[in-house]
Each structure stands twice: as C-alpha cells, then as structure tokens.
C-alpha cells in the first residue's frame, strides 16, 4: 500500500485518478482549493483519508496547502494533476499580480515539488500541446507580447515537462515523470474529447504503483503506458535551470539542490 497525494482531485481526471488508487487499498490524500470542493472530493471518494485545501492561484494558500500536505504525509508519490486550461481571450492575473496559467500549471507544482517532503514518485501532467510550446522564459508573465491563451497554455504544459526533467536530473532517486493524458472528455477537455476518464488516469496509476521496469523510470515523457519524444527545448538542461530561477524568484521558494 502507498500513500499518495493527488492535486486537482475533486474532479475530473484527478477525482478519476484517486478513486481508483483509493479502491485499490492506497492511502490517497485529495486536494481542493477550498471547502465546498473538498467536501466534494471527500463525498465522491469516500476511502480517502484526507483532504487538503489551496488555491492554487494563490501563493500564500500554495505555501499553506504545503504545509497541510507534508503534515499528511510522507508520500510515497505525489501526482501533480491540477491545472488549468487556455480559453481566455485576456490574461488573468492573480492576487500576486501573476499570470494565471503561468502561476496554477507551473509555479504551483513547483512550490509544492519544493516544500512537500520528497517522495519516491513524483507525476507531473501536462498536454500533447506542449508539442507547441516555446519557452519564453523573458516573459513568462505575458507582460511584453501579444496575449494568445492557447499558446500561453502550451507553454505551460512544456514547462510542465521541463520541470519533471528538472527534478529526475537533480533528484537522481526520485522516479520523476511527464505524463500526457490525452484528449480526454471532462470539463476542461470538453464534449468533444475523444477519450474517456479511465483512459486519462490510465498512465499515472501504473506510474504511480507498478514496479514494472518499464514503470519504474524517470525523466521519461509518457502517454498510453509508453515513451514519446518531448518537446526538444524539453531536454535542453539550460532551459530547465532558468525554469527553475524563474519560479524561485516569482515564488521567493527554492527548490532544494
């Protein structure tokens, strides 16, 4: 049995995830951003044995869901699901004066890679569309170009990958991954998805819990149980590390050598 936090798990994907790692006998801990979605998530998988609470666009509550998660653990994986998707036709920014796609699909799970103490799995999600991203690590913020959504969400499912490389070279014990769910028909995906929930979970719950040795990896990029080619700028070992700069210095959170 395994103990496993799962982010963004009050729906979707993540609630999709935990559920089934929960039925499987692990010891799961859900994440919320805030009480109404954790009694959800509690309510829908009731196995759970905890629910943490953040907003994910906040990094006080970012810092605050650290500190309830290490006080829930230690993990033997940590799965970072939560995220948010690019339809906005405007950037959003946060209270911290963040851009949103920026602050709740990269420099939260950086936060959090760097304050909850280490497992010995770590999942990160991102998107087939980080095919298409470009790592604009000068403006991150969106502050000196022209607002495109679906580019700035792309970018933020590259530095997704770029991240899970990041911590695999740095954290040599750590099993750390990528993983692309696919298409798949929830809120975000929407109705027109091609794949379903169990599909979308599939590859992080093998990651999460097989001792396979296909499974039992790091610094791999993954879909459908199998390896793929990421990004190029992915494997670049320059970009990761300004990656990280960026995210120390907007979160004032280092991720530790």
């Not at 699909?105 to 999600?125: D, S």
């Amino acid at each position: 049995m395994a103990t496993i936090l799962v982010t963004g798990s009050s729906d979707g994907i993540g609630r999709q995830t935990a559920s089934t790692l929960a039925a499987d006998g692990h010891r799961v801990v859900l994440h919320a951003r805030n009480a109404a979605r954790a009694e959800q998530a509690q309510a829908a998988v009731p196995q759970a044995v905890a629910v943490v609470r953040g907003d994910l666009t906040s990094l006080a509550e970012t810092r605050q869901l650290a500190e309830q998660a290490a006080a829930a653990g230690p993990y033997d994986v940590v799965i970072h699901n939560a995220g948010v998707g690019g339809g906005q036709r405007e950037p959003v920014r946060t209270a911290d004066g963040l851009e949103r796609i920026f602050q709740v699909n990269v420099l939260a799970p950086y936060v959090l890679t760097a304050l909850v103490p280490w497992p010995a799995r770590l999942v990160y999600l991102t998107s087939g569309l980080e095919a298409d991203g470009v790592p604009r690590l000068d403006d991150p913020q969106w502050e000196h170009r022209a607002w495109d959504g679906m580019q700035a969400y792309s970018d933020s499912k590259l530095y997704d990958v770029m991240l899970a490389f990041a911590v695999a070279r740095r954290r040599p014990q750590v099993l750390s991954n990528a993983v692309d769910p696919g298409w798949i028909r929830t809120r975000m995906g929407g109705p027109g998805a091609t794949d379903e929930l169990p599909a979308g979970a599939e590859t992080q719950l093998w990651l999460a819990t097989s001792d396979e040795p296909a499974a039992t990896v790091t610094g791999r990029y993954l879909k459908r149980r199998r390896e793929l080619r990421a990004n190029p700028a992915a494997y670049r070992e320059d970009l990761q590390e300004r990656l990280l700069a960026v995210c120390a210095e907007l979160s004032g959170v280092t991720l530790p050598a």
